[in-house]
């Protein structure tokens, strides 16, 4: 079973800047891809940002130039962060990890919130 925590989310100024981490922990953890999405109060969860492999990102095009992806794997852990630069009041939501393996297991964190004040 995989278990993902997330931290890193919380109450910044607009311009500002935050780093979100998620820990994947399992055995046996066969990655395809991670990434983050985020819902807005009253509005759908939306795709933010993924990275596959570790190395191919792709960002929704309202973050491209403000949000970077990156991961790593080692010892049974993986680890993505999304930095967030020049922050703006919609991106305001609960963030949420996500992970797909190569057995078809899509699996969710618990969110972390992002409050960005303008």
């Known amino acids: 079973q995989v278990q993902l925590v997330e931290s890193g989310g919380g109450l910044v100024e607009a311009g500002g800047s935050l780093r979100l981490s998620c820990t994947a922990s399992g055995s046996n953890i066969d990655i395809i891809t991670m990434a983050w999405h985020r819902q807005a109060p009253g509005k759908q969860r939306e795709f933010v940002a993924s990275?596959?492999?570790?190395?191919?990102?792709?960002?929704t095009r309202s973050v491209r130039d403000r949000f970077t992806i990156s991961s790593e794997n080692a010892n049974s852990k993986a680890t993505v962060w999304l930095q967030m630069n020049s922050l703006k009041p919609e991106d305001t939501g609960v963030y949420f990890c996500n992970l797909i393996d190569r057995r078809g297991g899509n699996y969710w964190g618990q969110g972390t919130q992002v409050t960005v004040g303008s």
């Open positions: 990275i596959t492999h570790g190395i191919i990102a792709n960002y």
